[in-house]
């Protein structure tokens, strides 16, 4: 019997989870990262040429950072849930390829499909949409969002809330693949 080292099934889950999730992690704290260390101080005297290569370079990043984030969010929805979801036939017993009929057969990891993966399936949603308002706020404005307090404070919050719901995301992701790999 030929075994393959990686099926496609879980060539996907790690593109998803490691290489767009992962990206998508990294790109939004550059991003934040980003916007607390380029700001303009009120009153103080900036060269107009850094700040709006700052601003495009902030700008990048954080567009950058939407579009991972968009692309984890639809691999994830539209390629690696539905395996997910797939029902076993008739009197398997074996649910190892079966992830959501795996965790629900046991009590102790029911939580996983009831609560991790339920999260899974809504809140990446909500983050790429606060990280795409961003984008659209730093390409807009540009330097705008480097001197007005007010507005790098509200990009920072959206971005910072936008990391929180990826990071979490991923960690019940870890757990859900842990314990129910898509094989």
């Given at each position: 019997?030929?075994?393959?080292l990686f099926?496609?099934?879980?060539?996907?889950?790690?593109l998803?989870?490691?290489v767009?999730?992962?990206?998508?992690?990294v790109?939004?704290?550059?991003a934040?990262?980003?916007?607390?260390?380029?700001?303009?101080p009120a009153?103080?005297?900036?060269?107009?040429?850094?700040v709006?290569?700052?601003?495009?370079?902030?700008?990048?990043l954080t567009?950058?950072a939407?579009?991972?984030?968009?692309?984890?969010?639809?691999?994830?929805?539209?390629?690696?849930?539905?395996?997910?979801?797939?029902?076993?036939?008739?009197?398997?017993?074996?649910l190892?390829?079966?992830?959501?009929?795996?965790?629900?057969?046991?009590?102790?990891?029911?939580?996983?499909?009831?609560f991790?993966?339920?999260?899974?399936?809504?809140?990446?949603?909500?983050?790429?949409?606060?990280?795409?308002?961003?984008?659209?706020?730093?390409?807009?404005?540009?330097?705008?969002?480097?001197?007005?307090?007010?507005?790098?404070?509200?990009?920072?919050?959206?971005?910072?809330?936008?990391?929180?719901l990826?990071?979490?995301?991923?960690?019940?992701?870890?757990?859900?693949?842990?314990?129910?790999?898509?094989e």
């Amino acid at each position: 019997m030929d075994t393959l080292l990686f099926s496609e099934r879980s060539i996907w889950t790690m593109l998803h989870g490691i290489v767009l999730g992962g990206g998508a992690l990294v790109t939004l704290f550059a991003a934040l990262f980003s916007l607390v260390a380029m700001r303009v101080p009120a009153g103080a005297a900036a060269d107009a040429g850094a700040v709006d290569r700052q601003a495009r370079y902030l700008a990048g990043l954080t567009v950058a950072a939407a579009v991972v984030l968009w692309l984890a969010v639809i691999v994830g929805t539209y390629v690696s849930f539905p395996p997910y979801r797939a029902a076993p036939p008739e009197g398997t017993a074996d649910l190892s390829a079966y992830p959501r009929s795996l965790l629900l057969s046991s009590p102790g990891t029911e939580w996983l499909h009831g609560f991790a993966m339920e999260i899974k399936e809504h809140v990446p949603w909500i983050a790429a949409m606060l990280a795409t308002a961003v984008a659209f706020v730093a390409a807009r404005y540009r330097s705008a969002v480097l001197r007005d307090a007010r507005l790098r404070r509200m990009a920072a919050a959206l971005l910072g809330v936008s990391l929180a719901l990826v990071a979490g995301a991923a960690l019940l992701g870890t757990f859900i693949n842990k314990v129910a790999p898509l094989e």
